[in-house]
């Protein structure tokens, strides 16, 4: 049952009576017509709604009573708008009626007892050639693109916020956006009658989060060339042979030497973090008011060009006001890892990178038994939903393993004297002297020491040794 216009009628008193004013995003100029009918199933509305954006234009002529109670539920399932709308009208104080307007039309009309307020959802059936003065849009449809390293879902899931176009005056509509893959991650389609620039940008519980571009000009529609691109990183630190999920500390995003945001892990047990309040400027301690996240959104692209010299850092503290007006490129490049976006675009779908801070998101994942790592407040990475394929995993607190052998020989043995007797065939070296032996000696990785036994003394010139 579709529906092929969104009509708003408002009565109010006049010198004849009362008078009824239409307005149509389809239809252009004003219809007045009379409105009665009779109560009908809320089933009318559930068969006539079956798109987001039918759902989307039905909402927009609410009365803004209900416009309110229900705008929540926008941004989820059809089916739970649907059923938050059926709850009030089940609640006594809407009603749902049916209120022909002419011959040729159906509508359903959505009205308040206590308000001479009636939307009506309007569907024509075409049972006349006559049907005339019918307005349409024609106006060049256009899109806007931009694109995600992850779905949309996951960013929801991991980072938390919404991304937003900002509404201009020929166009106000509220934006859906459609999903498609591409070849580096996905593609994000908004369409509208209006080719005006406009701001994208993020928010979070209905207040701004850091992440904005300005303007963004719309394409026409089936272009899917996006110049816009945001990326999710995941961050994690090492704790030994593993990557796990810091539950105290901060993260900080730097981009060309400037702070662009301040995370605080919220502890006790918690791996998720939060936004400050600190700036480009100034520090803050207090947290915004806004969702809980486990990933962080990074520019990725503006205007086809991609980003740099964008840094992550992690600090099991925070950083002092002095420590942040001293921050240099060479200490971001020491303390921090730097974003080379290309590259972790390719690890975020799976490939290998030369980088060995940047991971796979489906190769971190591990058995480990138990929520920590052994020994640490680190959270194991040893569930699959924790991890989202186009979110990758950055190594913020890298670790180097070097390792020591130290062999302990027993008492009057000693591996230097023990070789030369060796030799003379009256005497064999030990099993430690010949594991320190075997032990790998590599720069950088690994050294050993060997402790002869007690009761011997070392031959350090080998011309000296005697005789027997």
Wanted: aromatic content about 10%; some cysteine.
């Amino acid at each position: 049952m579709p529906l092929s216009s969104t009509t708003f009628v408002h009565s109010q008193p006049c010198r004849y009576g009362y008078r009824y004013g239409r307005v149509s995003e389809t239809k252009s100029g004003a219809l007045w017509q009379e409105v009665g009918g009779q109560l009908v199933d809320f089933g009318y509305l559930d068969q006539a709604l079956t798109s987001h954006r039918q759902v989307v234009e039905f909402h927009n002529e609410l009365p803004d009573e209900i416009k309110k109670q229900l705008s929540s539920f926008l941004t989820g399932e059809i089916r739970g708008y649907l059923e938050a709308l059926k709850q009030h009208i089940e609640s006594g104080d809407w009603q749902l009626v049916n209120t022909p307007m002419q011959a040729t039309y159906r509508s359903a009309a959505y009205s308040s007892h206590h308000n001479s307020i009636t939307i009506h959802q309007t569907s024509i059936q075409a049972t006349s050639d006559t049907l005339t003065q019918i307005a349409v849009d024609q106006r060049e449809e256009f899109e806007y693109c931009f694109e995600l390293s992850c779905s949309m879902a996951d960013f929801k899931k991991h980072v938390g916020w919404d991304i937003v176009l900002s509404a201009v005056e020929d166009d106000e509509r509220n934006f859906s956006w459609k999903e498609s893959l591409s070849s580096s991650g996905y593609l994000q389609h908004a369409t509208t009658k209006s080719s005006l620039p406009r701001k994208l940008y993020t928010q979070s519980s209905q207040l701004s989060a850091p992440i904005s571009f300005s303007p963004i000009s719309a394409a026409t529609k089936g272009t899917n060339k996006p110049k816009e691109s945001i990326m999710a990183i995941m961050p994690a630190v090492q704790f030994g042979d593993r990557l796990g999920l810091a539950t105290q500390g901060y993260y900080y995003h730097f981009h060309d030497g400037k702070l662009v945001q301040e995370y605080k892990i919220l502890g006790e047990g918690n791996c998720r973090f939060s936004l400050t309040y600190s700036d480009e400027n100034t520090l803050s301690d207090e947290l915004r008011p806004i969702t809980m996240q486990s990933a962080i959104p990074v520019y990725w692209k503006a205007e086809g060009t991609e980003y740099e010299n964008q840094h992550l850092l992690y600090l099991p503290e925070k950083m002092s006001q002095d420590q942040f007006e001293s921050v240099t490129q060479g200490w971001l490049d020491k303390k921090g890892v730097l974003l080379e976006l290309d590259k972790l675009a390719n690890v975020s779908q799976g490939f290998e990178c030369d980088i060995s801070e940047y991971h796979a998101p489906l190769d971190v994942i591990y058995d480990h038994s138990g929520r920590m790592l052994h020994g640490s407040n680190i959270v194991a990475l040893n569930d699959h939903n924790s991890v989202a394929s186009g979110i990758p995993i950055i190594n913020l607190r890298p670790e180097k393993v070097f390792r020591i052998g130290v062999f302990f020989d027993g008492t009057g043995n000693n591996d230097r004297n023990d070789v030369y007797k060796e030799r003379r065939g009256n005497k064999s070296r030990t099993n430690v002297a010949r594991l320190f032996a075997a032990y790998p000696h590599i720069d950088g990785e690994s050294a050993k020491i060997y402790v002869s036994g007690i009761g011997t003394v070392d031959i350090e010139d080998p011309t000296k040794i005697p005789e027997w």
